[in-house]
């Protein structure tokens, strides 16, 4: 494997893009089963909106757990085995017939599924193979994500116009079979140490023996202001990204916009995304992390406020969806790097992980509070100005995240080298 004249990282980096474009995918694509779910099921909005909830804040729950079960068993098993659960538990939100079958189903067992094969698990293993192109690495990653999320939306809403909400989910299920489980098997690697290989597939050094391993322990980066300052304003993310996937194409159909045209809205905006990740990667590994996360954060106001307050114009809509590409790239692969740049590469799968938890526990907040909003005021001004709020604070603190990271907060009056 040292002599192809690709680095085999890359190939690690094309299979978790497909597993990412996949879970990633289905997770923002609930947003077109709202109306037909609750109408089949005959719940109300607050109902559905709860059953996302649990199910976005087990996600996150469920994140650490598949850290740790990365750094004790391999990447193979540890995605082999949440792919495999992530179609049966599709299949059986096919056949749910009530409230609490369905909070069970995809409240549990979906996002348990989901964990085996998202980010937190394909960020911690991308991370260890890349050090001088971690940021590249991880946002063509993110990309893969904003790809779901284009296609994966309006493909969902088609088919569920033309089969039914319930052969779609059955649908989603074969695919992610079909499509995940060989990568899984046959290309995923745990890291470049594992085949005799360096980070970024550079030579190792003569007489050098193995890298060090370094791996900070979550009790330890718990202790430091930058694991709250990241962990802070990535729930930020969640809460925003839940406001816009469970709610942003229900919104826009009460708005007047047909349900096919509200999902290319989104599609359109994950897809001006793809690129846009891939070019704020590599302004990172340049010009540093910190003042393009706080970017992405405060450009995506605007989106936000655009998707609300634009009524009866399509045209401005898709031009609010193609300009705010480039905010809804990037904060999860930064977040990850950031990660990677102040805990060392193997802490990633169990740091990001729980901080992805503080994101999904966003994530849940955002979702149920939007529902609940929509219930007691009628529409979802409310929640989307608080997404605003929420988003200027992150950029703020994004643009200051401790340099001296790994200061334990009870030694932080140590000085520490930048």
């Known amino acids: ?37 609750v109408a089949d099921l005959g719940l109300d909005r607050a109902s559905f909106s709860l059953v996302i909830a649990l199910s976005l804040l087990l996600y996150g729950v469920f994140m650490p757990l598949a850290g740790l079960a990365l750094d004790r068993f391999n990447v193979r098993v540890v995605t082999a085995a949440g792919t495999v659960l992530l179609a049966i538990s599709l299949v059986l939100t096919a056949l749910v017939h009530n409230f609490w079958q369905f909070a069970l189903v995809y409240g549990v067992l979906v996002p348990l599924g989901l964990a085996g094969t998202g980010p937190v698990i394909a960020s911690g293993v991308v991370a260890r193979w890349f050090n001088k192109r971690r940021g590249t690495a991880l946002s063509v990653l993110g990309s893969a994500s904003m790809t779901g999320m284009s296609l994966l939306v309006p493909a969902v809403t088609w088919l569920i116009i033309t089969t039914g909400w319930r052969a779609t989910y059955t649908v989603i299920a074969a695919g992610v079979l079909v499509l995940v489980l060989p990568l ?21 050094k003569p007489g050098g023996g193995s890298a060090a391993i370094e791996r900070v322990a979550t009790g330890e980066a718990v202790q430091t202001l930058a694991f709250w300052q990241l962990a802070g304003s990535f729930f930020t993310c969640g809460f925003s990204m839940s406001l816009l996937s469970a709610h942003g194409i229900p919104m826009l159909t ?6 096919m045209f509200a999902s290319w809205a989104l599609g359109v905006l994950g897809g001006s995304a793809i690129g846009c990740t891939v070019m704020l990667g590599a ?43 480039i905010t809804m790239a990037g904060t999860g692969s930064m977040t990850s790097a950031l990660t990677a740049d102040i805990y060392g590469r193997f802490s990633v799968s169990s740091v990001f992980g729980l901080i992805f938890l503080v994101h999904q526990t966003g994530s849940a907040l955002g979702s149920w509070l939007a529902g609940y ?3 007691t005021t009628g529409g979802y001004g409310a929640a989307y100005a608080l997404a605003c709020v929420f988003l200027l604070v992150a950029s703020t603190v994004a643009l200051k995240i401790d340099k001296g990271a790994r200061r334990v907060w009870r030694a932080s009056t140590v000085p520490v080298a930048n």
């Open 1 to 37: 494997m040292t002599n192809r004249s690709i680095f085999y990282g890359w190939w690690v980096v094309a299979a978790f893009c497909v597993t990412t474009f996949i879970s990633t995918g289905i997770r923002h694509a609930v947003g077109p089963f709202l109306k037909p779910i």
């Open 184 to 204: 899984c098997l046959w290309v995923m690697r745990d890291s470049p140490e594992s085949i005799g290989l360096s980070p970024d597939g550079t030579e190792p």
């Open 254 to 259: 009460d708005h007047g916009y047909s349900p």
């Open 283 to 325: 302004l990172s590994d340049r010009f540093g992390r910190r003042p393009v996360l706080a970017a992405i954060y405060f450009g995506r106001i605007f989106i936000f406020a655009g998707f609300f307050l634009i009524r009866d114009n399509p045209t401005a809509i898709l031009m609010v969806a193609v300009l705010g590409g």
């Open 373 to 375: 909003l929509f219930e």
